[in-house]
């Protein structure tokens, strides 16, 4: 199951693929695959379990769940969920959720409480923590 560590080398290993422009998409994920189409990456991020592909309007967050893996310019014999091709490559998907998150991607995250992302605030997280002990 990935976990944040592992999710932060996928981040690291897909940056060949960043300002590139997707060139085909398919799969069994039943989000409109057809909106991806065309786009051009400007980064990839994470946040905590999740990994997000980031676009000028929007983002595709995808969480490996359980049983989720991913394979880069590679495939596996089981049914991709989303491969997103590139001049240079593919991303393949499995086993994962995906769902577009509208608009600034700041508005959806709180990088600060996030432990494995470089604007991670321990001051922050002890005081939510005081909080909410529980």
């Given at each position: 199951?990935?976990?944040?560590?592992?999710?932060?080398?996928?981040?690291?290993?897909?940056?060949?693929?960043?300002?590139?422009?997707?060139?085909?998409v398919?799969?069994?994920?039943?989000?409109?695959?057809?909106?991806?189409?065309?786009?051009?990456?400007?980064?990839?991020?994470?946040?905590?379990?999740?990994?997000?592909?980031?676009?000028?309007?929007?983002?595709?967050r995808?969480?490996?769940?359980?049983?989720?893996?991913?394979?880069?310019?590679?495939?596996?014999?089981?049914?991709?969920?989303?491969?997103?091709?590139?001049?240079?490559?593919?991303?393949?998907?499995?086993?994962?959720?995906?769902?577009?998150?509208?608009?600034?991607?700041?508005?959806?995250?709180?990088?600060?409480?996030?432990?494995?992302?470089?604007?991670?605030?321990?001051?922050?997280?002890?005081?939510?923590?005081?909080?909410?002990?529980?």
């Amino acid at each position: 199951m990935p976990e944040g560590p592992s999710i932060v080398i996928l981040k690291e290993e897909v940056q060949q693929f960043e300002g590139k422009e997707i060139i085909a998409v398919f799969g069994n994920s039943k989000i409109d695959q057809s909106r991806l189409l065309h786009q051009k990456v400007i980064s990839f991020r994470s946040w905590g379990k999740h990994f997000l592909v980031c676009f000028e309007d929007f983002t595709l967050r995808i969480h490996f769940l359980l049983f989720g893996t991913y394979r880069i310019n590679e495939a596996k014999e089981s049914p991709v969920r989303l491969n997103l091709t590139f001049p240079n490559g593919e991303i393949n998907l499995y086993s994962c959720s995906i769902k577009f998150l509208e608009g600034d991607i700041n508005s959806h995250y709180d990088w600060s409480a996030d432990v494995m992302n470089e604007s991670w605030n321990p001051k922050k997280s002890e005081r939510k923590t005081e909080r909410n002990p529980q």
